[in-house]
């Protein structure tokens, strides 16, 4: 089962730009499943936020295209992230352009950033469980570089957002002892 009980969108506005936050996309056990083979993925401490950070190093795993096509359970998962952003993002014409896995521990530095752009960014939350006290927020700023608004990393929940929107990927705390897992789908748009 794909959905959970009940599909819930709502969406928030930065300086005339929609962010829509989607809860129930996925059943639980779905949820749990997907953990459970996102992490044991191999990570590599390859990633950077921006071109001044390149030495800011961040754990990641890019998928393949072929990998998501090799598991049915991947492939409806891919699929299904695929539509909704379609359907909450109908007139930008875009092409899924990278998949990648990030894996933020404790005392990881997250600094703010874009993604594609043009573009549209659907980051899954992939933990089957999240305690408030482990915080992780993902937080957008306004065009005056000013924290805007945090998204909390809830299991399953999927943020889908343009890729010029600056944001920040969400740290956990102290008291937190496993990685923030997310997956970034990233989609490249026609001007």
């Given at each position: 089962?794909?959905?959970?009980?009940?599909?819930?969108?709502?969406?928030?506005?930065?300086?005339?730009?929609?962010?829509?936050?989607?809860?129930?996309?996925?059943?639980?056990?779905?949820?749990r499943?997907?953990?459970?083979?996102?992490?044991?993925?191999?990570?590599?401490?390859?990633d950077?936020?921006t071109?001044?950070?390149?030495?800011?190093?961040h754990?990641?795993?890019?998928?393949?295209?072929?990998?998501?096509?090799?598991?049915?359970?991947?492939?409806?998962?891919?699929?299904?992230?695929v539509?909704?952003t379609?359907?909450?993002?109908?007139?930008?014409n875009?092409?899924?352009a990278?998949?990648?896995?990030?894996n933020?521990?404790?005392?990881?530095?997250?600094?703010?950033?874009?993604?594609?752009t043009?573009?549209?960014?659907a980051?899954?939350?992939?933990?089957?469980?999240?305690?408030?006290?482990w915080?992780?927020?993902?937080?957008?700023?306004?065009?005056?570089?000013?924290p805007?608004?945090?998204?909390?990393?809830k299991?399953?929940r999927?943020?889908?957002f343009?890729?010029?929107?600056?944001?920040?990927?969400?740290?956990?705390?102290?008291?937190?002892?496993?990685p923030r897992?997310s997956v970034?789908?990233?989609?490249?748009?026609d001007?």
């Amino acid at each position: 089962m794909t959905h959970g009980s009940q599909v819930l969108v709502s969406e928030r506005r930065i300086d005339g730009h929609s962010i829509h936050i989607v809860d129930g996309l996925f059943a639980l056990d779905l949820v749990r499943m997907l953990h459970e083979i996102l992490r044991k993925l191999q990570f590599s401490l390859s990633d950077y936020d921006t071109d001044e950070t390149k030495d800011q190093l961040h754990w990641k795993h890019e998928f393949e295209p072929e990998s998501l096509e090799a598991l049915p359970l991947l492939r409806l998962w891919r699929d299904t992230v695929v539509a909704k952003t379609g359907e909450l993002f109908p007139r930008i014409n875009a092409t899924l352009a990278r998949v990648h896995c990030n894996n933020h521990p404790y005392g990881d530095l997250q600094r703010p950033h874009q993604d594609i752009t043009p573009g549209v960014t659907a980051l899954y939350f992939a933990n089957a469980v999240w305690s408030q006290d482990w915080q992780g927020e993902m937080v957008f700023f306004d065009r005056d570089e000013e924290p805007f608004y945090a998204v909390a990393p809830k299991p399953g929940r999927v943020v889908i957002f343009p890729g010029h929107i600056l944001h920040r990927g969400g740290v956990p705390s102290r008291v937190c002892f496993e990685p923030r897992l997310s997956v970034a789908f990233k989609f490249a748009a026609d001007e």
